[in-house]
């Protein structure tokens, strides 16, 4: 366990095993970043010809390593780059980067631009999240972990003793717990997180949150999902031998000024079902309930941080298998609340779920609706794998970009063409079509289609099919594999809907 203090020492003198500074990128020079002055200085204004002769320039994502000889109290000194711009999105990415940097030091000083609560939450924020790894299935995977992880990490900063700061750092780090907690479940291979396991583990950490932070939790089972209606969820777990699960969320504080309900798509593992994917769309299909781990997970966050914003969460949950028992292209089904849809591609499942729940989420009448959702190839093709797609209504898209962008994470507003709503309706024999065959523009028809579950409710759908897991190197803060992709913007709405 790795723990965490703001102290107003001086990185020259402070005794750690490591020392981090940042340097930035100034024409063809570098310089170096707030925070590193008495480092500099200490050198005699060496360190950054020093700098240069290794070749470092302070692009984003450069680190590199000094053995500081005596200069400093501490032995060893790790530069880190953090490009042009010391804002608060490269100071995240570089405290990430630094922290990947790093083995086998019990004690790290963090002297980066930290002079605001803002940089103070993204240093810890990206500084505990790049140190974040999955270890469950490597034989000594726990202990080898233990051994490199950081027991304390001192942040320098000149407002170490303001009380902003110190919440700075407190909420930091539950957002970073709740983002390494969705980057857990989602890691679990899809053999061991099926619907009804998934829908325990959200139980018991509901369960787990304690002091103050009440979540309560109702979970229906595949009975209960028949009762209600539930056709979406029904149709797309019927192929598996793992029966489908709704999981609802509610934190309902005090004195609450908004109500904010959350639907998450959690499809377990997406084979496509008898619309079956190329082995190779199959590989990484463990990651298709990243939507809903996000929202459970943010909404324990918003939850621990007592944020006065009554939270509903859905998380729709279901193993989209092969099977005998399997939902069949041509089949119609009957989405909760009554709505007959046409299916023509099982392997679009993720709409049918979370039509299911977008509907319970519209009978409470909340203020907002934010779906989040790996929903669509065609915005990977669209946006790439760091930037997700943001759909609904113009002033809730607007509300989201904005809360990605004081969460440092990249996001993009895609339109609801208007003639899309006719193909959404052209089924000859059921109310809606669920999917009509054109390639292009794939992801902006399948908004369409949720908008149709929507009531015409406030409403936003995030579609994070590229962002929510990393099948590349770690890049930042962004490790390998789940991401924890839109929990910080999703606690960031929230925390915006109490200034309004
Ligand atoms: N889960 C996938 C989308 C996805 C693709 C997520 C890549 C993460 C990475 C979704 O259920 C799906 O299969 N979508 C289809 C929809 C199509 C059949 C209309 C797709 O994108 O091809
Ligand atoms: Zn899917
Ligand atoms: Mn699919």
Not at 224 to 230: E, H, I, K, M, T
Not at 287 to 311: E, H, N, Y
């Amino acid at each position: 366990m790795t723990t965490y203090h703001l102290r107003s020492a001086s990185p020259a003198k402070t005794r750690s095993d490591v020392v981090v500074v940042g340097a930035l990128q100034s024409g063809k020079d570098v310089g170096l970043a707030a925070g590193a002055e008495d480092v500099a200085e200490a050198y005699g204004r060496k360190l950054r010809p020093l700098l240069s002769t290794l070749g470092f320039t302070g692009k984003p994502g450069e680190v590199l390593k000094l053995p500081t000889a005596g200069t400093i109290s501490s032995p060893l000194l790790l530069v880190v780059g953090l490009g042009k711009d010391p804002g608060h999105v490269s100071v995240r990415r570089a405290a990430g980067a630094a922290a990947r940097a790093i083995s086998n030091a019990s004690s790290v000083a963090l002297a980066l631009p930290a002079d605001s609560p803002t940089l103070v939450r993204a240093v810890i924020e990206g500084f505990d999240l790049g140190g974040y790894t999955f270890t469950a299935y490597k034989r000594n995977g726990t202990k080898d972990a233990a051994a490199k992880s950081a027991n304390t990490v001192s942040l320098l900063t000149g407002i170490a003793r303001q009380q902003a700061a110190l919440t700075a750092m407190e909420d930091a780090l539950v957002v970073s717990q709740a983002v390494r907690d969705t980057r857990d479940w989602v890691n679990l291979p899809a053999a061991d997180l099926r619907p009804p396991e998934f829908a325990n583990a959200v139980a018991a950490a509901a369960k787990k949150l304690g002091r103050g932070a009440k979540v309560s939790t109702k979970v229906y089972d595949e009975e209960q999902l028949a009762d209600l209606g539930c056709g979406g969820i029904l149709g797309v777990g019927g192929g598996s031998s793992a029966p489908p699960r709704l999981v609802e969320l509610t934190y309902n504080p005090s004195g609450a000024v908004a109500h904010l309900a959350l639907v998450g798509k959690g499809v377990t593992y997406d084979s496509g079902g008898l619309s079956i994917k190329t082995a190779g769309g199959m590989t990484t299909m463990k990651c298709d309930m990243a939507g809903a781990a996000a929202v459970v997970q943010a909404t324990f966050a918003i939850a621990r941080l007592g944020l006065p914003v009554k939270v509903s969460a859905f998380a729709p949950m279901a193993e989209n298998m092969v099977s005998g028992s399997a939902m069949r292209p041509g089949d119609v089904i009957t989405q909760y609340g009554g709505t007959t849809v046409e299916v023509l591609n099982t392997d679009a499942e993720g709409r049918l779920i979370l039509a299911d729940a977008l509907v319970r989420a519209t009978e409470l009448k909340p203020d907002v609706i934010l779906d989040v959702a790996t929903l669509t190839g065609h915005m990977v093709i669209a946006l790439g794998d760091r930037v997700a797609g943001v759909l609904g209504s113009d002033d809730i898209v607007g509300g989201v970009l904005a809360a990605g962008d004081s969460a440092g994470e990249a996001m993009w507003p895609m339109p609801i063409p208007e003639a899309i709503v006719d193909r959404v309706k052209a089924s000859q024999i059921a109310d809606l079509l669920q999917h009509d065959g054109v390639r292009w523009g794939g992801g902006l028809f399948a908004a369409a289609y949720l908008r149709e579950f929507t009531a015409d409710l406030p409403w936003a759908h995030l579609d994070i099919a590229g962002t929510a897991f990393n099948s590349g190197g770690a890049y930042g803060h962004i490790t390998s594999g789940g991401t924890g992709a839109s929990v910080t913007t999703l606690v960031e709405y929230a925390r915006s809907l109490i200034d309004q």
